[in-house]
């Protein structure tokens, strides 16, 4: 009995040796290997607003915090933040809060239910992926928005509300830039821009001349009349439609607009987007519940 007892002694013994000697590796590979974090890391995250919506450029709002406090970003990088918010952090950081140039998506799209042509009825499930599905719609112009507000819905920021022609419209202040618009519009009709763009061309067109027209009222005919009115490399044609060079942005002015046949390029402020058209003016109405069959 007493070797019994002397032998489960004895492997006890061992065992905590052993276990020892594990810690002791441990304990030293952790002082070693251990990585310090700066706490204030953890401060800027909870000042954030917590979309993580990704449009600064960063993994999400702690990503955005960790370059914020390693001096690489200024806290009015985000997008989302307020002046306050942005204020706030700057003086925790005890940095300037710099200023940054907004962006918002905007839509590459004016054929509304006014001046686009409708050449089929769709009958089916209301959203504009399904029914891109089916023939690309039922739209003359293929490459239009189909306006069954796909956008809207999917915006966690309610910056995206839908107009009485069947449009999408941005609100520039709520807009995050998130790219959410941007991926789930079939058409690949959203853009994200600088606020400061001066001008856009809100068409996509596939076609040139009389036959855009046709198809939608406010079509770029690639006539190229703003090009050569505009200031130089400001303006090109690439694919059948005239595309605006944002690093030319500072000689925009209404000279590339004048004389556009159709209206297709604007001229935009710093509000929601706009045409020459006035039902453009129009207030934008809510989206209606969407209901899946």
Same mark, same amino acid.
């Given at each position: 009995? !007493?070797?019994?007892? &002397? ?5 006890? *013994? ?6 020892? %000697? ?34 600064? /450029?960063?993994? @999400? ?28 952090? +700057?003086?925790? $950081?005890?940095?300037?809060?710099? *200023?940054?140039?907004? !962006?918002? #998506? ?5 054929? @509304? ?22 023939? /690309? /719609? @039922? ?12 956008? #809207? ?15 999408? %419209? ?5 807009? &995050? ?20 763009? =001066? ?6 067109? $596939? ?7 046709? +198809? ?19 303006? &090109?044609?690439?694919? @059948?439609?005239?595309?605006? =060079?944002?690093? !030319? ?6 000279? #590339? ?22 039902? =453009? =003016?129009?207030?934008? %109405?809510?989206?209606?519940? !969407?209901?899946?069959?």
């Amino acid at each position: 009995m !007493r070797r019994v007892v &002397t032998q489960m002694l004895g492997s006890i *013994e061992i065992m905590a040796g052993v276990g020892l %000697v594990f810690a002791i590796f441990i304990a030293l590979a952790y002082l070693k290997l251990r990585v310090w974090e700066d706490p204030r890391i953890d401060a800027v995250a909870a000042m954030l607003p917590g979309a993580n919506c990704g449009a600064c /450029g960063y993994p @999400g709002c702690r990503g955005f915090a960790e370059k914020a406090v390693a001096g690489e970003v200024k806290p009015a990088g985000c997008n989302v933040l307020n002046d306050d918010g942005a204020a706030a952090i +700057a003086a925790y $950081l005890g940095v300037d809060k710099g *200023e940054a140039n907004k !962006r918002v #998506a905007r839509l590459l799209c004016a054929g @509304g239910s006014d001046v686009a042509v409708q050449q089929a009825e769709y009958r089916g499930l209301q959203t504009c992926g399904a029914a891109a599905a089916v023939a /690309g /719609g @039922g739209k003359g112009c293929a490459w239009g928005c189909l306006g069954f507000g796909d956008c #809207a819905v999917v915006c966690e920021f309610g910056a995206i509300t839908m107009n009485e022609v069947g449009l999408p %419209v941005v609100d520039p202040v709520l807009c &995050t830039a998130c790219g959410d618009c941007v991926d789930e519009c079939p058409k690949n009709l959203f853009q994200i821009i600088p606020l400061d763009q =001066h001008l856009l061309v809100q068409c996509r067109s $596939l076609m040139e001349g009389d036959g855009a027209v046709a +198809a939608c009222g406010v079509a770029c005919t690639a006539c190229g009349k703003c090009v050569v009115d505009a200031a130089p490399g400001l303006v &090109t044609l690439e694919r @059948g439609v005239a595309v605006v =060079h944002y690093e !030319r942005n500072a000689f925009a002015n209404d000279a #590339a607009i004048r004389r556009c046949p159709t209206g297709a390029i604007v001229r935009l402020d710093d509000g929601p987007q706009f045409t020459a058209r006035s039902i =453009h =003016h129009a207030e934008p %109405v809510a989206l209606p519940e !969407r209901k899946f069959a």
